[in-house]
């Protein structure tokens, strides 16, 4: 009687756990998804390029500031400029949420509302007593710490996340605020008096809370000839095998200086079927909130040579006649030992949108900027989001390392 008792209190338990595993299963987290969308603000600067150039001059002072000695000393020396190009995601804060339009950015990785919308108080709003104060790249904002709840979309609703409510703020017309998405290190030393505290991410605690299965985000955005259009997406907690074609290659954060402290990686970039360097292997970031992709002063003449394009001075970027652009070979990435190829049309500028940077409609303008520094310094190139438009890619902070694939668009002919 005993040891029938014992097979079917077995047997029962086996079910349970089968229940059990099922449950699991069902509850198991899952990537969520979060809409994009570019659109230029009007209220921005003319010339997108001034802007990413300061943006990349504060990156590099920020990295090499002491804490505490940050944001006064880039301000005062070296004022910003508004965002011309944005890449915004709407995000939920408090109990229910009110939604924000939030600037999406890998160079840094607090959080902040205000700006425009003024944020208000709900029921699960905790005032931390702190202070933070931060440098974007594209701007500053200084502002009370506060604590609540932030919702990227359906079931994934992040307890307890840190943010700044702005009190001062520059750079963000047009904007609510920015969701930072970066490495966790960039938070250390931006809440005060408490300046030994890192801050975790919205990455951070979605996954430590068990809402997200995976410590990465994905970024998907497609290339397109619209002044507005919601055409991306940002993957957390895993990747989405719809969006790439190929095979998805993973290289570590570089160990670099300043580049290190940012998504940086180590590339080397060469033009043309003939293979002509334009930039040997160096250290760089990529950047979801830089709009061009920067290279190393030296670098970038001698892709003007090899280009002969030349400078618009009306909208800052380099230009080709129509038999220039005709002739235009491809660049090739080599990172990590996988070679991406940047076609001719990614590197133009979409003709469709030459007037909404001051330019002539039937001009060929080209997204390939000049950083504003030699290489050699440890920061010589910005992947900016014109460049990763043509890929699918991926934060791996879980594991320090950075992903690139095709896609459909990587050959895409938008222009």
């Known amino acids: 009687m005993l040891s029938g008792l014992r097979l079917a209190s077995a047997f029962l338990g086996v079910l349970a756990l089968g229940f059990c595993s099922e449950a699991l299963a069902v509850r198991k987290p899952s990537p969520v998804t979060l809409p994009f969308a570019r659109r230029f603000n009007s209220t921005g600067a003319t010339k997108i390029l001034e802007h990413d150039q300061a943006r990349a001059k504060a990156l590099k002072a920020r990295a090499l500031a002491k804490p505490g000695q940050l944001s006064r000393r880039i301000i005062d020396n070296d004022p910003v400029t508004n965002q011309a190009v944005d890449y915004v995601a709407t995000v939920g804060f408090g109990t229910p949420p009110s939604e924000f339009t939030l600037l999406i950015d890998t160079g840094s990785s607090n959080t902040f509302v205000g700006v425009t919308k003024p944020f208000e108080a709900t029921s699960t709003t905790v005032n931390t007593g702190q202070l933070m104060e931060v440098i974007f790249g594209s701007g500053f904002v200084i502002g009370e710490e506060f604590l609540d709840t932030v919702t990227l979309g359906p079931g994934v609703a992040i307890q307890n996340q840190s943010f700044a409510v702005a009190i001062e703020s520059s750079g963000f017309d047009g ?241």
């Open 175 to 415: 904007l609510d605020g920015l969701i930072g998405i970066g490495p966790v290190d960039l938070t250390c030393g931006t809440l005060f008096p408490n300046t030994s505290a890192c801050v975790p991410t919205v990455t951070d605690n979605a996954f430590a809370q068990g809402l997200i299965d995976a410590h990465e985000v994905g970024i998907s955005f497609a290339p397109t000839t619209s002044l507005e259009t919601t055409n991306g997406e940002l993957t957390f907690g895993g990747i989405d095998t719809s969006k790439f074609t190929g095979p998805l290659n993973f290289v570590p954060i570089t160990t670099t200086a300043p580049a290190s402290e940012f998504v940086g990686i180590d590339q080397s970039v060469t033009y043309g079927a003939a293979g002509t360097t334009v930039l040997a292997t160096t250290a760089g970031i990529t950047d979801t909130g830089t709009t061009l992709l920067l290279l190393a002063s030296d670098a970038l003449a001698t892709y003007q040579e090899l280009t002969g394009a030349v400078l618009d001075e009306n909208v800052g970027l380099l230009s080709l006649t129509p038999e220039q652009f005709g002739n235009l070979e491809s660049l090739f990435f080599n990172i990590g030992g996988n070679t991406l190829e940047f076609t001719p049309n990614a590197q133009a500028w979409p003709r469709a949108l030459n007037e909404a940077i001051g330019g002539d409609a039937n001009s060929v303008f080209l997204i390939v900027g000049d950083l504003g520094s030699d290489s050699g310094e440890g920061f010589d190139f910005v992947d900016g989001m014109t460049f990763l438009e043509r890929f699918y890619y991926v934060f791996d902070s879980g594991n320090n390392q950075v992903g690139f694939a095709t896609t459909e668009f990587t050959n895409a002919e938008t222009n």
